[in-house]
Antibody, heavy 117, light 107 residues
Framework: QVKLLQSGAALVKPGDSVKMSCKASGYTFTDYIIHWVKQSHGKSLECIGYINPYSDITNYNENFKTKATLTVDKSSSTAFMEFSRLTSEDSTIYYC??????????WGPGVMVTVSS | NTVMTQSPTSMFTSVGDRVTMSCEASQNVGINVGWYQQKTGQSPKRLIYWASNRDTGVPDRFTGSGSGTDFTLTISNMQAEDPAIYYCLQHNSYPYTFGAGTKLELK
């Protein structure tokens, strides 16, 4: 079955970067786009960007263009998101999710990032 | 960006009730809309794709409808396991955008 396994919670200092991972299993990794989504406390969900694992082509929400960098490692079926210049506003949960031809279907369990000195 | 306006923000219901929630898109998104259920401490789970198609394993009490700019999710017979936040998502144009959510609670 399709699974997206995300890395564990991260505690980082303001101004630092964090790199989180999303390991896919149960399907052909290069056949489906991977999205990254931010869920702020008490707020809705916001798309950060996506990457096509086959072509490495990325597309970013303008709000995160200078903040997020998406990459993949095809050999391990893993997608990565690096989030830079972290502030307290970046302390929240981040999800990876898969997009099929009929929309975003499977989601990872989420990664909690805490930014604190 | 396409804004998805979801209503109501929250609602209280009883087991057995018929529940309807709406999502309005700021521009035509065709049928490129999904509905998601998120329970506390969990990631979103998709219930409906392409506006009106039920995902595998989703109970048939969940029904989606609409196209263009107006979309509806209906729960025909509210069950004790259905309290959650429900989100709509348009995937017609990037950035994909979510509604703010409808929080469904039991009385």
């Amino acid at each position: 079955q399709v699974k997206l396994l995300q890395s564990g919670a991260a505690l980082v200092k303001p101004g630092d970067s964090v790199k989180m991972s999303c390991k896919a299993s149960g399907y052909t990794f290069t056949d489906y786009i991977i999205h990254w989504v931010k869920q702020s406390h008490g707020k809705s969900l916001e798309c950060i960007g996506y990457i096509n694992p086959y072509s490495d082509i990325t597309n970013y929400n303008e709000n995160f263009k200078t903040k997020a960098t998406l990459t993949v490692d095809k050999s391990s079926s893993t997608a990565f998101m690096e989030f830079s210049r972290l502030t307290s506003e970046d302390s929240t949960i981040y999800y990876c999710a898969r997009e099929a031809s009929f929309g975003v279907d499977y989601w990872g369990p989420g990664v909690m990032v805490t930014v604190s000195s | 960006n396409t804004v998805m306006t979801q209503s109501p923000t929250s609602m209280f219901t009883s087991v057995g009730d018929r529940v309807t929630m709406s999502c309005e898109a700021s521009q035509n998104v065709g049928i490129n809309v999904g509905w998601y259920q998120q329970k506390t401490g969990q990631s979103p789970k998709r219930l409906i794709y392409w506006a009106s198609n039920r995902d595998t394993g989703v109970p048939d009490r969940f029904t989606g409808s609409g196209s263009g700019t107006d979309f509806t999710l209906t729960i025909s017979n509210m069950q004790a396991e259905d309290p959650a936040i429900y989100y709509c998502l348009q995937h017609n144009s990037y950035p994909y955008t979510f509604g703010a959510g409808t929080k469904l609670e039991l009385k």
